[in-house]
């Protein structure tokens, strides 16, 4: 074993949101969400602001650390990182990358962010409106598909035809989702129930996605601040240790999504080889992890995930995905416990990511007993895909 | 082989003349949706240019006989820029298939469900497209099953294409 790894060597120090609001909602501009969720996560560490000398973010965010530090009043600048790709397919590679940052020296304190304000910049849900399109474009919005669940279901349509994967599977990850945000007081679905008849009568958006298949749109922001471990343990929390980290795409992945399906491995979620770097930087492999929360811009996504993370075999989905099996604290594998991007706020998985950190450390409002090992998977959409393994000290 | 075929259960011709798309008798959805943009020395221009006249047209590498769709520039299998464009059968299998009923385009705002699949062409390696599966939008669709291509022509547009659309045969 050689010391190219992550293990162990970088902390989880505080996290912080704002308030979670529905799309177009958010009383304050987009930056204002991202420093407040910043000022937050320093708030939970007990970390002064401009300490932070590094910034690491996703999917194209607008608030680039040269606005963040100047207004912070960032000491000394040290590490700018942008995570390539859309969607939340590059949430854990972000933390990956500040994590990264702190083992190799170039930065000590880094902050993972990401803010929506789509009232003041616009909806993911939408579709293009321009009237000629180029290249790949033309090759699927000329037909139609314009939006991401629409660009989506038929490789999920695909991957349950190959293993016989039934409608029940999604409805039992939506209704986990909804199960949890009614514990959760932050999730914008707190106190909105989801039964099964009620999510059988929903309307279709794109077969096979009813409307609690699909994520909501939101507004907010969310911070997760990282140290090196050695630091984290002298801070006010109990340190949430990052145990591996990987990402990637299945070979020849296409680059739009307006192509997926020219992908060869067209029915996956792209984390076969990744999953397998993760669990051999972490040193465990699935049957340590004590809770997950994955990705779920639509629930096709989190069966494929899941099956790809080694956690069940895709014939055996319809046994697995079943509420009592996902619900916390029973379930033999409690999944989505804040509510996630379903449920409690779609922050492009950042939310997840500071679920997974807040199991490790005992404070969900859907706690598993005794988390040593909590998985948090961003994708599957939009590659590259990414995954994170968090522990507490007792995983080491 | 052309659009005398359609009209006839597509989503364009329930859609009316309600909604900001133009419903045309003989395209599957109403005008308004992107169109193609191409032109000399653009990558795709040999397949939409095959597209008009009624020919399926992708990219193979001739020092492999691989095929890959979309076009790239360079052949994924033996980085070379040297390829050649050449007519496929244009027929397939349907690959998977996904029927919306949420669209977000403002051209589609009252037109019903409307059925996306995607085609595996088995006699061109296994390459893939897209399109829309003709005829009743409310139709069951099944995997495996064999599809013609159907060349749907929009010659009323300002710069005229041809999309490539699916019927299932027999």
């Not at chain 1, 420093?35 to 320093?42: E, G, M, P, S, V």
């Not at chain 1, 939408?126 to 598909?145: H, N």
């Not at chain 1, 995905?321 to 996902?326: G, K, P, S, T």
């Not at chain 2, 990219?59 to 691989?66: D, I, M, S, Y």
Request: charged share 15%; glycine share 10%; with cysteine.
């Amino acid at each position: 074993m050689n010391d190219r790894s992550l293990r162990g060597k970088v902390a989880v120090a505080g996290v912080g949101e704002t308030t979670y609001y529905r799309h177009s909602q958010a009383p304050e501009p987009e930056f204002m969400l991202c420093l407040k969720a910043i000022l937050a996560a320093c708030g939970d560490a007990g970390i002064d602001p401009r300490d932070i000398d590094g910034f690491a973010s996703y999917s194209d965010d607008r608030n680039t650390p040269m606005a963040l530090s100047a207004a912070l009043g960032t000491h000394d600048l040290r590490f700018a990182n942008m995570q390539w790709g859309g969607g939340g397919g590059g949430v854990a590679g972000a933390l990956a990358n500040a994590s990264a940052a702190i083992v190799s020296g170039l930065a000590d304190c880094v902050v993972v962010y990401r803010a929506l304000a789509q009232g003041q910049f616009g909806r993911f849900g939408q579709g293009a409106q321009f009237p000629a399109v180029p290249g790949e474009y033309a090759l699927a919005l000329s037909y139609g598909p314009m939006a991401p669940a629409q660009f989506f279901a038929p490789k999920v349509t695909r991957f349950m035809h190959e293993h016989d994967v039934g409608q029940g599977a999604l409805r039992a990850i939506a209704m986990t989702s909804y199960h949890h945000a009614q514990a959760n007081p932050r999730a914008v679905m707190y106190g909105k129930p989801l039964t099964e008849e009620k999510y059988d009568e929903s309307r279709w958006i794109a077969e096979p996605f009813h409307l609690y298949d699909c994520c909501m749109e939101n507004d907010g922001a969310a911070a997760i601040i990282l140290v090196s471990a050695e630091r984290a343990r002298d801070l006010k929390q109990t340190p949430t240790f990052i145990l591996g980290a990987a990402m990637g795409a299945a070979p020849r992945a296409s680059g739009s999504p307006t192509t997926i399906f020219a992908t060869p491995d067209y029915p996956s979620s792209y984390f076969k080889p990744v999953a397998k770097r993760l669990y051999a930087m972490a040193q465990v492999g699935p049957q340590d992890v004590d809770v997950v929360q994955c990705y779920e811009n639509f629930t096709g996504g989190v069966l494929m995930s899941l099956v790809e993370h080694g956690f069940f075999e895709p014939e055996e989905a319809m046994d697995f995905l079943r509420l009592e099996n996902l619900i916390a604290p029973t379930g033999k594998l409690p999944l989505n416990t804040s509510g996630g991007n379903l449920a409690e706020c779609y922050m492009h998985g950042l939310g997840l990511q500071i679920e997974a950190v807040r199991q490790v450390r005992g404070q969900s409002t859907s706690q598993v007993p005794d988390v040593n090992i909590s998985l948090a998977v961003g994708g599957p959409m939009s590659p590259p895909v990414s995954t994170i393994l968090y522990g507490s000290e007792a995983s080491l | 082989m052309s659009n005398s075929y359609l009209g006839l259960g597509s989503p364009a011709s329930a859609a009316g003349a309600t909604g900001e798309g133009v419903s045309a008798p003989g395209y599957y959805l109403p005008q308004g949706l992107p169109v193609p943009l191409t032109g000399p020395n653009d990558l795709y221009e040999p397949y939409w240019q095959g597209a008009r006249n009624e020919k399926l047209i992708v990219q193979r590498n001739p020092a492999t006989g691989v095929y890959q769709w979309p076009p790239q520039w360079i052949a994924h299998d033996t980085q070379s820029f040297d390829l050649d464009w050449v007519e496929v059968a244009p027929q397939g299998l349907i690959y998977s298939w996904t029927r919306v009923w949420h669209p977000v385009h403002p051209a589609l705002k009252d037109v019903g469900p409307y059925i996306i699949v995607i085609v595996e062409l088995p006699h061109a390696g296994g390459i893939r497209m897209l399109g829309n599966l003709l005829g009743d939008p409310l139709q069951t669709v099944v995997i495996g099953t064999e599809v013609d291509a159907i060349f749907e022509h929009h010659d009323d547009a300002a710069a005229p294409f041809t999309l490539v659309q699916w019927r299932t045969m027999g």
